[in-house]
């Protein structure tokens, strides 16, 4: 059983994931107000996107490692406290070059928040805990994610593109105080900050890479493809925006309700879960191809959310366990991982739309999807076992 003060941390970890997932998507729906509200063409309103994202995938290498050299939870704090401030500053952004800096000081230190809360998470829980405590934190980030296109929606359509900005950036504050309060002091698992060493390390590290490979392939499977399912609600439905919106919201809530019941499951099944997962998760991306009754694509879109929180936080796991002295590091490489594969993803489904049609991004991610649960299982089976080897032939020379 959890402690009630590590609930409490965890509870207050995820809710600082939903925000500052929901910060990354929440910025896309506005491009066409900012550009109108400061004069400019919707592709240079873009490109305080872009500077966020760009910031964003950059700094996930810098933090992480930061993380594992002063101590994760004071850089969890600074990079809190930053994205709150810099998010709450684009109320004053005025023109487009002041908006990209801002956005992109906003992006580089959200940066931090998915590597380090994730090895925090890594050092707090113990091992029957902590597949459920990751799956907890990831849920609130798929969350904060599929909420973000109503949220920053309604307040634009309330208030203006700068109130999204400013009710996230007050929230992150709020959320920033109370880890201030919760987390307590850790140090460092590392001697010297040097980046060429640590990630020649980790990069040399032949099964973390090629669990980061895992990461990519999930990111461009399923964020990948999901970018494009409020179109195939769009087409396969007659519901407006606000009601798709809601929708794609069972994505997140899927993943809140895997994390609740993964460790049950896992203490049954074991790492064959990852086999389960994959066949019931495509079949539910291959389903979303062809279904246009609004209540079963929510329910699809529930069941990819739950599986995916299966196979990604038995990987997250899996990394940190590889290296646990730089688990900041090792949640670094995976979440640039991720956002790589969704980046990709995104890029390579949006040549299938201009070539074919939206259902074969659904049914090509399927059998991917699949691909994914299969080869993960395979590869923690190998993993485990050139680990148990390891640890036996440490255990017969220090006999």
């Known amino acids: 059983m959890m ?145 973000a296109t109503i949220i920053g929606g309604a307040i634009s359509y309330i208030a203006s593109w700068k109130g999204v900005y400013l009710a996230y950036g007050v929230a992150e504050l709020i959320i920033s105080f109370l880890l201030l309060n919760t987390l307590e002091p850790s140090k460092g698992t590392i001697k010297k900050l040097n980046y060429f060493d640590i990630y020649g390390k980790a990069i040399a590290n032949g099964k973390l890479m090629s669990v980061v490979l895992l990461i990519i392939v999930s990111g461009f499977a399923v964020f990948g493809s999901f970018t494009y399912t409020g179109e195939l609600v769009s087409k396969h439905t007659d519901l407006n925006i606000l009601s798709i919106g809601f929708v794609l919201a069972f994505f997140g809530i899927g993943g809140i309700a895997g994390s609740n019941v993964i460790e049950k499951i896992r203490m049954k099944i074991g790492n064959n879960v990852c086999i389960v997962a994959g066949v019931i998760g495509s079949i539910a991306l291959f389903q979303l191809s062809y279904i246009s009754y609004y209540p079963l694509i929510s329910l699809l879109l529930f069941f990819v959310g739950v599986m995916f929180v299966f196979v990604h936080s038995a990987n997250l796991i899996m990394a940190q366990s590889i290296i646990p002295n730089m688990r900041g590091t090792a949640m670094a490489l995976v979440s640039f991982g991720m956002f790589c594969g969704s980046g990709i993803g995104t890029l390579v489904n949006n040549r299938i739309l201009e070539k074919s049609v939206i259902e074969n991004i659904f049914i090509s991610a399927a059998l991917i999807f699949l691909c994914l649960g299969l080869s993960t299982w395979l590869i923690h089976k190998v993993i485990n076992h050139k680990m148990i080897q390891g640890e036996g032939r440490r255990g017969k020379v220090l006999g």
Do not use: H
């Open 3 to 147: 402690e009630k003060k590590d609930k409490q941390m965890l509870f207050y970890l995820g809710l600082m994931g939903f925000f500052t997932n929901g910060d990354i998507y929440s910025g896309a729906p506005l491009i066409v107000k900012i550009a109108e509200d400061l004069s400019i063409t919707v592709s240079n309103a873009a490109l305080s996107v872009t500077a966020y994202m760009l910031a964003f995938g950059l700094f996930t290498l810098i933090l992480g490692p930061m993380g594992d050299r002063y101590g994760k939870s004071r850089i969890m704090i600074i990079s809190s406290f930053g994205t709150a401030i810099f998010s709450c500053l684009c109320i004053f952004a005025n023109n487009l070059p002041l908006l990209i800096f801002l956005r992109a000081a906003n992006g580089a230190l959200a940066a931090g928040n998915m590597p380090i809360s994730m090895a925090i998470v890594g050092e707090k829980f113990p091992g029957e805990q902590l597949q459920g405590a990751v799956g907890k934190l990831m849920g609130w980030m798929l969350l904060g994610g599929a909420f």
